[in-house]
């Protein structure tokens, strides 16, 4: 079956600096990618996600790279506020009819 | 509340109780989720329904029992839980396979064993 894993586990940044969150998966036939965050004592929620035919996807500060050859996506976020601290969950669907299987989380701090 | 909901939102409860979780989602959706979410582990997909048909059931123990009346609502019977099973409980809905991806996720349960 598929496998993911997420790296780092936990992340510390200063507000304003770049922060980036990895990800690698095993099935090659895997074909969305999405991204959620989970702040502190909330459901988890899509912030950003990309097919296997795009290689970039951005939104405002936030950006996902794939590199399907590889078999790794990032999530990169730009000029870090404190509001952007949470735990990160990367994922990966196979198929139309595949369920999500979710990396491990990144706890993300941005200190003001 | 629009969206997903669930209650009760916290629970406490013996090894030898019964109790129900309930999700209800006000979104039209066609597939709705049940993960159990632990410290340090990944979100563990435990059951999924697809127009109230459970369509997979992730190897969970006999003692979790899920039910889906209808396609937007879904509950999960607990009888004779572990400590282990302490856990967040968070349901999800989707549009259904095939179609849109995105999950959109419930508050959660959380759920304490003793």
């Known amino acids: 079956g598929e496998n993911v894993e997420q790296h780092p586990s936990t992340l510390s940044v200063q507000e304003g600096d770049s922060a980036v969150i990895k990800c690698t998966y095993s099935d090659s036939a895997s074909n969305y990618f999405p991204w959620y965050k989970q702040e502190l004592g909330k459901r988890p929620q899509l912030i950003i996600d990309i097919r296997s035919n795009v290689g970039e996807k951005k939104d405002q500060r936030i950006a996902v790279t794939l590199n399907k050859t590889a078999k790794h996506f990032s999530l990169h976020i730009t000029e870090t506020q404190p509001e952007d601290s949470a735990v990160y969950f990367c994922?990966?669907?196979?198929?139309?009819?595949?369920?999500?299987?979710f990396g491990k989380g990144t706890k993300l701090s941005v200190k003001p | 509340e629009t969206g997903v909901t669930q209650t009760p939102r916290h629970l406490v409860m013996g090894m030898t109780n019964k109790k129900s979780l309930k999700c209800e989602q006000h979104?039209?959706?066609?597939?709705m989720y049940w993960y159990k979410q632990s410290a340090k582990k990944p979100l563990e997909l435990m059951f999924v329904?697809?127009?109230?048909?459970?369509?997979e059931n992730n190897s969970v123990p006999s003692r979790f029992s899920p039910e889906c009346p209808n396609s937007s609502h879904l509950f999960l019977h607990l009888h004779t839980l572990q400590p282990e099973d302490s856990a967040l409980y968070l349901c999800?809905?989707?549009?259904?396979?095939?179609?849109?991806?995105?999950?959109?996720f419930g508050p959660g349960t959380r759920l304490t064993v003793l």
């Open positions: 994922a990966v669907k196979r198929g139309s009819q595949g369920n999500l299987i």
């Open positions: 999800a809905s989707s549009q259904g396979p095939g179609r849109r991806n995105e999950q959109f």
């Open positions: 979104l039209g959706h066609n597939a």
């Open positions: 329904y697809s127009l109230e048909e459970r369509v």
